[in-house]
T-cell receptor, first 113, second 118 residues
Framework: AQSVSQHNHHVILSEAASLELGCNYS??????LFWYVQYPGQHLQLLLK??????LVKGIKGFEAEFIKSKFSFNLRKPSVQWSDTAEYFC???????????FGAGTRLFVKA | GAVVSQHPSRVICKSGTSVKIECRSL??????MFWYRQFPKKSLMLMAT?????????EQGVEKDKFLINHASLTLSTLTVTSAHPEDSSFYIC??????????????FGPGTRLTVL
């Protein structure tokens, strides 16, 4: 069965620190990959997505993610975090042509001002 | 674009009553809508998938008679929690997908509904 693992449940960083959140999935076929963010009290918003092409994708607010097919990974990165990045981040995977998206457990990021 | 709304945002009800939650796509036609449940400090769990004009497809372990889903139009889906009990208290989130996004399953999420059953 498909599954998505996010290795860090809680991350605390100081402003200007670099961020990398891990995401691994288990599915042997072609996948579509997403990172969503949920700011406190707000709904899920799409940060970035990968469907095909360049495995390094750039999203909003300076975030990027790299799809490494051989490692079944889609890690999220940001070179310098801000206090406003405090939120919960979810990795999600859909098999191409499928109707179901599997979400990871989420990573709560707290950025200290 | 691609805005999804949910109503109500919060609801408190007594045990045994039924609660209806609406999910609307405001600026696009949603051929498919999804209903998720989010437990505290946990991820979203898909409850069911509904296609406009068809019966919903429920995930394993989700009681279809308890969680009634109706997707009568391309902009509205409703989730009715029947005979709610305290264990049904949760955060319910809907998402909507347009026909052209089906291949990649790109969804747009509503703000969620916090249900508390006393």
């Amino acid at each position: 069965a498909q599954s998505v693992s996010q290795h860090n449940h809680h991350v605390i960083l100081s402003e200007a620190a670099s961020l990398e959140l891990g995401c691994n999935y288990s599915y042997g076929g072609t996948v579509n990959l997403f990172w969503y963010v949920q700011y406190p009290g707000q709904h899920l918003q799409l940060l970035l997505k990968y469907f095909s092409g360049d495995p390094l994708v750039k999203g909003i607010k300076g975030f990027e993610a790299e799809f490494i097919k051989s490692k079944f990974s889609f890690n999220l990165r940001k070179p310098s975090v801000q206090w406003s990045d405090t939120a919960e981040y979810f990795c999600a995977v859909t098999n191409t042509g499928g109707f179901k998206t599997i979400f990871g457990a989420g990573t709560r990021l707290f950025v200290k001002a | 674009g691609a805005v999804v709304s949910q109503h109500p945002s919060r609801v408190i009800c007594k045990s045994g009553t039924s609660v209806k939650i609406e999910c609307r796509s405001l600026d696009f036609q949603a051929t498919t809508m999804f209903w998720y449940r989010q437990f505290p400090k946990k991820s979203l769990m898909l409850m069911a998938t509904s296609n406009e004009g068809s019966k919903a497809t429920y995930e394993q372990g989700v009681e279809k008679d308890k969680f009634l889903i109706n997707h009568a139009s391309l902009t509205l889906s409703t989730l009715t929690v029947t005979s709610a009990h305290p264990e049904d208290s949760s955060f319910y989130i809907c998402s909507a997908r347009a026909r052209e996004d089906a291949v990649y399953n790109e969804q747009f999420f509503g703000p969620g509904t916090r249900l508390t059953v006393l």
